[in-house]
């Protein structure tokens, strides 16, 4: 009888990771808005370290805890793990491997940073008509609008 079989482990296998990620995927839709946003305007340091290895992007640092606050992973460790086995972190930071203690002193560093991003897309999507939102609300990383789409 013949069984349905994986590849060969020891074979080398080419991987196309744009095919992978789905063209409506939550990772394609953040790569797009952090690569849009005014990053130094808003706060975020992008400068180069004089001694010892270079930093991590902070686009690329944000685009990894917007994924994982989509995704309700909000650990450090998990976030540092998602960059090893999830194939939609894997291409939206474009393999790299961020370390918990780089995640966590990203957080820890542009805390008000991230809110103000928040804040910048609330103000976009209402200065595009796309809502009609009387109330803003923010509380740390999370933000609230009454919303009426209009249509």
Same mark, same amino acid.
């Given at each position: 009888?013949?069984?349905?079989?994986?590849?060969?482990?020891?074979?080398?296998? /080419?991987?196309?990771?744009?095919? =992978?990620?789905?063209?409506?995927? *939550? +990772?394609?839709?953040?790569?797009?808005?952090?690569?849009?946003?005014?990053?130094?305007?808003?706060? %975020?340091?992008? $400068?180069?370290?004089?001694?010892? @290895?270079?930093?991590?992007?902070?686009?690329? /640092?944000?685009?990894?805890?917007?994924?994982?606050?989509?995704?309700?992973?909000?650990?450090?460790?998990?976030?540092?793990? +998602?960059?090893? #086995?999830?194939?939609?972190?894997? *291409?939206?930071? @474009?393999?790299?491997?961020? &370390?918990? &203690?780089?995640? $966590? $002193?990203?957080?820890?560093?542009?805390? =008000?940073?991230?809110?103000?991003?928040?804040? %910048?897309?609330?103000?976009? #999507?209402?200065?595009?008509?796309?809502?009609?939102?009387?109330?803003?609300?923010?509380?740390? %990383?999370?933000? @609230?609008?009454?919303?009426?789409?209009?249509?």
């Amino acid at each position: 009888m013949d069984f349905v079989s994986g590849i060969n482990r020891d074979q080398i296998v /080419m991987v196309d990771f744009e095919t =992978k990620v789905e063209t409506n995927s *939550w +990772a394609r839709k953040i790569d797009l808005l952090v690569e849009a946003l005014p990053i130094s305007e808003l706060g %975020f340091n992008n $400068s180069i370290n004089k001694k010892g @290895r270079p930093r991590y992007r902070s686009q690329d /640092m944000l685009k990894l805890v917007l994924y994982g606050y989509r995704k309700k992973i909000f650990s450090n460790k998990q976030l540092e793990e +998602a960059c090893k #086995i999830n194939i939609e972190v894997i *291409w939206l930071l @474009r393999g790299l491997r961020p &370390s918990i &203690s780089k995640i $966590s $002193s990203f957080k820890r560093n542009n805390c =008000k940073e991230i809110t103000k991003i928040n804040l %910048f897309f609330l103000r976009l #999507i209402k200065e595009m008509n796309l809502v009609d939102g009387k109330i803003i609300d923010t509380n740390s %990383f999370k933000s @609230r609008v009454s919303l009426n789409y209009k249509k």
